[in-house]
């Protein structure tokens, strides 16, 4: 069997002015680096490993908190509660709608496992974010159909 870097041999019907096909890498090789020796790949691994000891540390109710947090954040912003003189522009109610509608599904769905004081601020920020929806909204929806109330119930 000839090796990666020889070329295969040009076939018989194949005239020999014709130029050899080009050898490929095996797709394994072209698809993970080896990192011995790439200072940087080497650091990339071990950045990795160390990512993965540190949030095998934290709580999952933690996790989930914080993950709840930056989708509340995102959808604030998008409901056009920003700070600043640019907020308006940052308003964009079909994103807030799925962020928020996200949001109560994590809400929902991890709120007997978080315990209860982190549940009750989840979900006040949530309904918060319902109603400024609403208010935000040119046509509100009916209630029982605004972003996540399908989960949550109705915000009126």
Do not use: N, W, Y
């Not at 020889?6 to 096909?21: D, G, L, Q, V």
């Not at 072209?30 to 790949?41: I, K, L, S, T, Y």
């Not at 522009?89 to 209860?116: C, K, N, Q, Y």
């Not at 989840?122 to 009916?142: C, I, K, T």
Request: proline content about 12%.
């Amino acid at each position: 069997m000839p090796s990666e870097s020889t070329p295969e041999p040009a076939p018989e019907s194949t005239p020999a002015s014709a130029p050899a096909p080009p050898s490929e890498p095996a797709p394994s090789a072209a698809r993970q680096p080896d990192p011995a020796g790439d200072p940087v790949a080497e650091l990339v691994a071990e950045s990795a490993a160390s990512a993965a000891r540190d949030i095998a540390e934290v709580p999952a109710a933690e996790l989930i908190t914080t993950a709840a947090v930056h989708l509340m954040s995102a959808a604030a912003v998008k409901c056009g509660l920003a700070e600043g003189p640019d907020a308006d522009e940052h308003l964009d109610l079909a994103e807030a709608r799925i962020l928020i509608t996200a949001l109560a599904g994590l809400v929902t769905a991890s709120a007997p496992d978080v315990g209860g004081q982190h549940a009750r601020s989840l979900r006040d920020g949530l309904r918060s974010l319902q109603l400024a929806f609403r208010e935000a909204s040119a046509v509100p929806d009916e209630p029982g159909k605004g972003p996540g109330e399908r989960l949550t119930g109705s915000v009126v």
